[in-house]
Every structure is written in C-alpha cells, then in structure tokens.
C-alpha cells in the first residue's frame, strides 16, 4: 500500500488546478481518499482534533446498517423458502440454479441467505451503479469532491422496497432522488429531504402497483403473502389482532413479509445502540418521534372508529409494524434534513411521530405512514429551527434590554 500511496502522490500534480487532467480531479480525490487516508491538514488557527470526519461518519452508519441488511437477506430467503417448502418442490426453472444446489430449507441459514441474495443484491447493485453515473456526473461538472454519503444512501433505498420491484423502477427511483432531491439543491450537504425516502416516495407514489399489494413481499411469483400493517387495514373493528397470523415477538424480531430491511426492530434497535453510543444519531430525534407516536396511538385508542380497524391497534403493535423502527433510526436522524437546533429536534421528533400514526391510522390507504412523515418533517425542520432561534433572540434580548 506505501508502494500504492507513492505512486498516487506521484501523479497528483496532474489533477491539481493548472495540470493536464484537472477536470478530473473529482475522480482521483475520490479513489485517494477511499484507499488512503488524507493528505489535507490545517495551517492556521484553531486547531480541532477530533477522529471524527465525513468519511467516519458514513461507515458508522453503513456499520450501524449490517443487522438490517442482514435480516434483508435472511427473511427475504426464509419468507420465500417457506412458500416453496409448503409447495413441496422448487420451480422448473430453478433446478439446475443455485438454489437447486442449496436447497430450499427455510430452516437453513445458507438457503436463507443465498435465497434472499438473489433478491437484494440485484436492487442493491442497480441503486449503486446508476446513483453513483448520476454523482459522478454532477461532481465533474461542478469540480465537487465525492463524497461517502451515498454509499448510505444507496443501502438505505434497497432496505425499504420490496423484494420483487422491477429494477428499473428502482433506477428511475434513486434518479429522481439524487437528481431532484439532493444535486439540484447542491449536492452533498445541501439537500432539504432525505434522498433515500425521496427516491422511495418517487416510487411509491409513480409505480403503485409495485409498492403495494399482496403479491409482492413473498420472492415467489403468483402468490400472495400480506403484510400484517394490510392485514389489520382489512380486519374487524372489534377485534383487529385478529386478522394476525404472527405473534409481537415474531414482529419484533422481523420473521414476517415486509420491506426488505424494515422488518426487524430488533436489528434496527441494534443499529440504534451504535448510533447513540458513538454520537452519530440523534437522541432526542429518536426519543421524541417514539414519543410523539406512543401519544398519539393511545389518544386514537381512546376514541375507536367503528369503522376503522386501526383505531383499536395497540401501541406496542404500532411500533414493531411496517418501518416505524428503521425509520425513526435512519431516515428521521439523517443529520442534514433533520432539525439542527437541540430544542428544535424535539419538535421535530413529535412532529413525524404524531405525523406517522395519524396517516397510518387515519388513512389506511396511505398505511406507511412514517415515509410521508418524515418527509413533512424534512420540510419543517428549517421553520421549526428558525422559531427556535429566534425565540432565543427574542428572550436573550428581553433579558438585556
């Protein structure tokens, strides 16, 4: 790597303003920086040290994201695994492939994996190479260094659609999302709501029969396999849990048909202690959304809907359904389109959480209600950050005369 990094120090004075291949700079920087660490120190006062920059910033939440991913593949294969089991034979097509070789145990870790691989690497890849054209793209023409941010991005979208969405969908989805929701804006730093949650609401709201429906959470074709948050839009007023045929600690852990990386809170919760014992996440995002949801299920408890089922749902049902947890870990925390005040992030944490439940329950047709909330408070949190400061002037100024 010294042999490598000496070879790069060579060739620098080439992208440097004034060399031969000065437009691509951006190119260079961005393959120097992700082999070696920087080159970059200050030269005048003050002087921070501190381990912590963009780069750590990135790979803690790509870390903080392995036990989503994983169960991404996990229950993607096992979801699938356990219709075929229940069929007794794999598909025609399917003998002589990998799965043919693995088997179709949902039992089995590997067959689960390989199974659900099938699925999630194909989205995940699309996500990256098109986002990554549409970066490169911008980063050229504007001479802007690349940045690690949409290596998280691009993990984030594939964890929050479902696994039989055609690809190119997902390419016209993390397009309108890097383009119109973040480049546009200026790049990196400078865009007003989550690029993921923009790319997926692009999706949701264009390709409606790919994002819902009973036929598509189970990776086998011509069947049908709802989600539970589906399953209680449908169920008895009286009785909704009824309509379940899951137990909370099976929600909880993520065994049932979802998103691809949305189902568990348990590896959300994990995600969540890494994020927290290292700074990078918000606290007071995450406990003011739990919060603002927990109030606003009970109040919706005390006044049932004869008519609505999800009236009667339990608090702790809503917080273990649909992607209330990765949600209010990942997307409401996303230190650029989240509120930057400490006081306004309380604000901005009720805001989504009573945002989440109240479309969730009042609107069943909109039953993922937490991806509209957090884009609405996306576009409240500078509002909500301006209040704040200037209620701080205003009392700093009474205090003073």
Not at 171 to 178: I, K, P
Not at 223 to 236: F, I, N, R, V
Request: charged residues 10%.
């Amino acid at each position: 790597m010294n042999y490598l990094n000496k070879r790069f120090l060579e060739l620098k004075p080439l992208f440097d303003k004034g060399g031969k291949f000065e437009r691509w700079y951006p190119l260079y920087e961005a393959t120097d920086s992700f082999l070696f660490s920087t080159t970059k120190s200050t030269t005048t006062a003050p002087h921070i040290r501190d381990a912590i920059d963009l780069k750590r910033i990135m790979i803690t939440v790509i870390i903080a994201l392995i036990p989503c991913t994983f169960m991404a593949l996990w229950n993607t294969g096992y979801q699938a695994n356990l219709v075929l089991a229940e069929l007794g034979n794999l598909p025609d097509g399917w003998r002589g492939g990998v799965m043919g070789l693995v088997g179709i145990d949902p039992h089995s870790l590997l067959s689960n994996l390989v199974h659900g691989a099938l699925y999630f690497l194909p989205i995940y890849l699309v996500t990256v190479v098109v986002g990554s054209i549409w970066e490169a793209l911008f980063n050229l023409i504007r001479g802007h260094e690349f940045s690690e941010a949409f290596l998280v991005t691009s993990l984030l979208l594939p964890l929050t659609l479902p696994p039989t969405i055609p690809l190119w969908q997902v390419a016209v989805g993390v397009s309108f999302g890097v383009i119109f929701a973040k480049e546009v804006f200026g790049g990196v730093g400078k865009n007003f709501m989550n690029p993921a949650l923009a790319s997926r609401a692009f999706i949701y709201f264009a390709y409606p029969a790919q994002m819902t429906g009973d036929q598509i959470w189970t990776a086998v074709d011509g069947l049908s396999s709802a989600t539970p948050l589906a399953s209680l839009a449908q169920a008895s007023p009286t009785d909704p849990l009824a309509a379940l045929d899951i137990t909370w600690l099976q929600a909880f852990l993520g065994t049932i048909p979802g998103s691809l990386g949305e189902t568990s809170t348990l590896a959300c919760l994990l995600g969540a202690a890494l994020l927290l014992v290292t700074g990078i996440g918000s606290w007071r995002v995450m406990l003011s959304m739990l919060i603002g949801a927990v109030v606003t299920a009970l109040l919706f408890g005390l006044v049932p809907d004869p008519s609505n089922p999800l009236y009667a749902v339990p608090v702790h049902w809503h917080l273990v359904l649909g992607g209330f947890a990765f949600g209010l870990v990942f997307m409401a925390t996303d230190p650029v389109s989240a509120a930057q005040t400490h006081t306004g992030q309380w604000y901005y944490g009720l805001l989504i959480g009573f945002l989440s439940i109240l479309i969730r329950v009042a609107n069943p047709a909109y039953i993922e209600g937490v991806m509209l909330a957090i884009l609405m408070g996306n576009v409240f949190a500078p509002l909500i950050d301006h209040i704040v400061l200037r209620a701080n002037v205003n009392r700093r100024m009474l205090r003073h005369g």
